[in-house]
Nanobody
Framework: QVQLVESGGGLVQAGGSPTPSCAAS????????MGWFRQVPGKERECVAT????????EYLDSVKGRFTITRDVAKNTVALQMNSLKPEDTAVYYC???????????????WGQGTQVTVSA
C-alpha cells in the first residue's frame, strides 16, 4: 500500500513561486514513478508533471513547461513541484500521484494524495 501526503500551496500572488511537496510511504514506493495533477471545478483532472523512479526523466504539460520543475528525493521518498511565474489560470487543487508504471501514471495512477489547493490572485 502506498500513501501520499501533500503539503504546501495556499494563496499566492501572480508571479509567485510556491513549492508543494508530497511525502510518500510504502514498502516499494521508491521504485514508483510519481507525478502531479491538477483539477479545477467542472474540468477533468490533468497531468502537470511526471518523474521516473530515479529522477532522471521528467515530463511536463505544455502550459507549464519552463515554469514548473518536478524533483524527487529518492532517499526521503518525497517529490516536489517548484512552481514559478504563477498565473491565475494555474489556480487548482494539485494532487500527488504514484504508480509503478509510468504510462499508467499519466492516465490512471494507482495512488493519489488528498490534494492541496493553490490559488493564484491577479
Amino acid at each position: 500500500q502506498v500513501q501520499l501526503v501533500e503539503s504546501g500551496g495556499g494563496l499566492v500572488q501572480a508571479g509567485g513561486s510556491p513549492t508543494p511537496s508530497c511525502a510518500a510511504s510504502g514498502r516499494t514506493v521508491r521504485r514508483y514513478a510519481m507525478g502531479w495533477f491538477r483539477q479545477v471545478p467542472g474540468k477533468e483532472r490533468e497531468c502537470v508533471a511526471t518523474i521516473n523512479w530515479y529522477g532522471a526523466s521528467t515530463e511536463y504539460l505544455d502550459s507549464v513547461k519552463g515554469r514548473f520543475t518536478i524533483t524527487r528525493d529518492v532517499a526521503k521518498n518525497t517529490v516536489a513541484l517548484q512552481m514559478n511565474s504563477l498565473k491565475p489560470e494555474d489556480t487548482a487543487v494539485y494532487y500527488c500521484a504514484a504508480d509503478y508504471s509510468r504510462s499508467a501514471l499519466r492516465t490512471y495512477p494507482g495512488y493519489w494524495g488528498q490534494g492541496t489547493q493553490v490559488t493564484v490572485s491577479a
